[in-house]
Structure formats: structure tokens, C-alpha cells
């Protein structure tokens, strides 16, 4: 087996907020790889690969990378079929785009304009002109204008999530069922990224994704536990 | 193998419009089974196997009757293990069943705001009064109030199908992918409802949901063809 590097997105005191990562850092943790994580800024990324790519994660194995979360868990379940699939079906894999792209729609904006500022703030300073500027002309007003009136987004982002607490009341211990899945480490990689950098509570205390997303985080020799999820409920 | 029979509601017409029963139609089909379908009002449900079950559809097999779709299916994969399976795991049926509650979440409620009143029309005479009473106290006015506001409901259930949208926009020919499955008949159930029953069309002409409807509505010998999908697109 070659050596497996993971370029994770590295923000202030060394958090790594990224949801996108992390629901590769479960992937990898899912099929038992281990692997070299090398903490990078998001201006740092036009460095590796020869600036192949623009995002993170990037995952670099045999001389080779690959780039995007779909991209990575793919070459995964292809390079190692021996070990426990990501996917344990095409239709499975479908199922699972389903999932991230409905809550991409039902919470996806109202989280960034909840917590586009706290994420702004918790960058490394070199990172911060590239993200303010890029995410100003995105939203169209400046991030203390968003950050201003995000009581309403926060009430919208908690709501967009109604539909894993309605998928989990019917009593599985996770999302994908009696064992955690693709599906659980992309809706984990949300909330750990909130959690991550966030400044005001995203949900209530008795919200039932709590005691989900706690084991959650308790997988895999508490691969999530780095993230404290207090911040996370008020 | 015993005969299985399956109570599908009726309304003017001879219509079938129940989303529920639609699903299990494709079940049904999917899995290759023969079926007789009896027709029922709402208000004949009641009667059937003892006044056991509130809802349709109901599947009655071998002196046994089986009640809620999740149930049905459920029953037909566990008692015809060797034919095509619903679920091919159970993450698949998870998942399954995280795109109905998703859909209820962002499209269910729109949709019944801007339908309710057509339903009401199309039911058989002797079922009217029951809907018409328990659906104004369910939504606080009358019928005839949703429908005047029903413009912007339709809008809204139309935006609540954009998950749908992108997942498909991948590329792949069903929402399970290669193959169509429950998640497939579970929104083609939801269209072929309004198709059913809908005075306004829900989709503008050039949505790409409806050349995968007219996919799924050209499986089993033409399943669905029953259902014009013309009335759902202006």
C-alpha cells in the first residue's frame, strides 16, 4: 500500500474545519486507511499539483491526486475493494448525492450566511482578503451585514436539517441505518464544521441530532471528538 | 404464490391518484408480481378487513393484510426474497427513506396547499364532506381560501423538487441511478398524484423532471401511462 496524504484545510489554533474534509477523513477512517493529513490554507491550495485543482480535500496517493469528496471516496472504494465499501451500491452512492444535494437546498445558504463571518474570522491571515472579497461579491453585501441579521438565517440553517431528525426518529442509530455510512459523514461534516468555528448555537440542547452526531464523532477511536460539539447547542 | 390484492383509492373518473398507492404499484411491478387492484373511496376504508386500517394503500395476501407503504414493501422483499429487491440493503432503505421525509419537508405541504381543493373535486361525491371537514381543520380555512392563494404554493412545490433536479442532473437515468427503485417511485408517486387530480400545471415544459417521469411512466409495459403527465407542464 502507498502512502496516503490528505490535504486538509487548516484554520486558526489549528482547527480543521472543512465539511468536505472531514467527510473524507471519515471515508478514509471507514476503510481503515491510514494517512498523512498536511494542513493547508485556503491560498495554499494553488501550490499543490502544480495547481491542479482549487479545492480541498485533495488526496494524493502513487504520485497521483484526486480532488472533490465524490472524486476521492470513488477512487477509495475503487483502489481498496477488499475493505469496507463507502458505497455498498451504485444505487447506494445515488441515494447519497440525493442527501448532500437536499441539504445543500435546505440548509446549505442559510448556514453560510449564519456563519460566513465566524468562518472569515477563524481563517489564517493570510486567507482572509481572498475569502472576504470572494464571499462579499458572492452574497452581494458585506460579512458584518450578514452577520447582522443572522439570527433568521440560524432559525432557517436549524430547520433545513428536519429532515435527518425525521430519518432518524425512526430509531436506526444512524442515517444509513443499523451502521454509519457515506450519508452520516457528509451531514456529520456540516455540523463538525460549524461547530468548528461557529460564534452562536446552531441548535437547541434537545435537538435529537445531538446524541446522533455524538456517536458519530465517538467512531473510528473518536475521530470526531477533536471537534468540541458544545458550541454547537445552546 | 397466493393472489394479492391491493385497495388503490378511486376518485371521478375511474382516476387513481393516491402517491402512496402509486408507489406500491411500482413495487409491485418492479418486483414482477401479479396483483388485482380494487378500487375504494376514502370513506369505504373502514370496511376493509375489519375496519383494521385508517389509510391506503392496503395489500391483502393469503388472509393477511398489510397496511402503509414502508410496510408493504417491506413485506413484498422479506416474502419474495428471490425476486428483484425494493431495498438492496438495508442503508438503500434508509436512505429511502430519507427522501420521502425530505420531500414531505420541501414540497409536501406546498403541494397540498395548491392541490387540496382539486383532490376535494375529484373524490367520489360520497367522500367529499368527510375531506373537505377534516382538511379545513388541518389547515385552519377553507378550501376555497388555499386555492385562491395557491400561486405562490406552487411555486414553492415546485422549488421543493430541486434536490431531485440535481441529483439527476448528474447524469445517471434514474434517481437510483442505472436502474430505477423506490426513490424512484416514491417522487414519480408525488407527480403522478397532481397529474392526477391538478387544474394548474406544478412544472414549467422545459423541467427535467419530466423526460425522468416519462422514463419511469414508460417502465412495467407503461405503468404510469395512465396518468396524462401533459397537465403537470404549461
Same mark, same amino acid.
Given at each position: 500500500?502507498?502512502?496516503?496524504?490528505?490535504?486538509?484545510?487548516?484554520?486558526?489554533?489549528?482547527?480543521?474545519?472543512?465539511?468536505?474534509?472531514?467527510?473524507?477523513?471519515?471515508?478514509?477512517?471507514?476503510?481503515?486507511?491510514?494517512?498523512? &493529513?498536511?494542513?493547508?490554507?485556503?491560498?495554499? !491550495?494553488?501550490?499543490?499539483?502544480?495547481?491542479?485543482?482549487?479545492?480541498?480535500?485533495?488526496?494524493?496517493?502513487?504520485? =497521483?491526486?484526486?480532488?472533490?469528496?465524490?472524486?476521492? #471516496?470513488?477512487?477509495?472504494?475503487?483502489?481498496?475493494?477488499?475493505?469496507?465499501?463507502?458505497?455498498?451500491?451504485?444505487?447506494?452512492?445515488?441515494?447519497?448525492?440525493?442527501?448532500?444535494?437536499?441539504?445543500?437546498?435546505?440548509?446549505?445558504?442559510?448556514? $453560510?450566511?449564519?456563519?460566513?463571518?465566524?468562518?472569515?474570522?477563524?481563517? %489564517?491571515?493570510?486567507?482572509? #482578503?481572498?475569502?472576504?472579497?470572494?464571499?462579499?461579491?458572492?452574497?452581494?453585501?458585506? %460579512?458584518?451585514?450578514?452577520?447582522?441579521?443572522?439570527?433568521?438565517?440560524?432559525?432557517?440553517?436549524? &430547520?433545513?436539517?428536519?429532515?435527518?431528525?425525521?430519518?432518524?426518529?425512526?430509531? &436506526?442509530?444512524?442515517?444509513?441505518?443499523?451502521?454509519?455510512?457515506?450519508?452520516?459523514? !457528509?451531514? #456529520?461534516?456540516? $455540523?463538525?464544521?460549524?461547530?468548528?468555528?461557529?460564534?452562536?448555537?446552531?441548535? =437547541?440542547?434537545?435537538?435529537?441530532?445531538?446524541?446522533?452526531?455524538?456517536?458519530?464523532?465517538?467512531?473510528?477511536?473518536?475521530?470526531?471528538?477533536?471537534?468540541?460539539?458544545?458550541?454547537?447547542?445552546?
Amino acid at each position: 500500500m502507498t502512502a496516503i496524504r490528505l490535504y486538509d484545510l487548516q484554520v486558526r489554533d489549528d482547527r480543521r474545519p472543512s465539511p468536505f474534509c472531514w467527510r473524507i477523513k471519515y471515508a478514509l477512517a471507514h476503510k481503515g486507511l491510514s494517512y498523512e &493529513a498536511v494542513p493547508v490554507g485556503l491560498t495554499d !491550495i494553488p501550490a499543490i499539483a502544480g495547481g491542479a485543482h482549487k479545492t480541498v480535500p485533495i488526496v494524493e496517493e502513487g504520485g =497521483k491526486t484526486f480532488c472533490d469528496s465524490w472524486v476521492i #471516496a470513488d477512487h477509495l472504494d475503487e483502489a481498496y475493494p477488499d475493505r469496507p465499501r463507502l458505497f455498498g451500491s451504485p444505487t447506494e452512492r445515488e441515494l447519497c448525492r440525493f442527501v448532500e444535494l437536499s441539504l445543500f437546498m435546505s440548509a446549505g445558504r442559510a448556514l $453560510l450566511k449564519s456563519y460566513v463571518k465566524d468562518i472569515h474570522d477563524h481563517l %489564517l491571515d493570510k486567507d482572509r #482578503a481572498y475569502f472576504r472579497q470572494s464571499r462579499e461579491k458572492l452574497f452581494g453585501c458585506t %460579512l458584518e451585514e450578514l452577520a447582522g441579521a443572522r439570527a433568521e438565517h440560524i432559525d432557517s440553517a436549524r &430547520a433545513g436539517f428536519d429532515s435527518v431528525r425525521l430519518t432518524l426518529k425512526g430509531g &436506526a442509530p444512524f442515517l444509513s441505518g443499523a451502521h454509519p455510512g457515506y450519508a452520516d459523514y !457528509i451531514v #456529520a461534516g456540516f $455540523l463538525l464544521w460549524i461547530a468548528s468555528i461557529g460564534t452562536a448555537p446552531l441548535l =437547541k440542547s434537545d435537538d435529537p441530532l445531538l446524541p446522533w452526531l455524538d456517536r458519530v464523532q465517538g467512531l473510528y477511536g473518536g475521530l470526531g471528538r477533536s471537534v468540541p460539539a458544545g458550541a454547537l447547542a445552546a
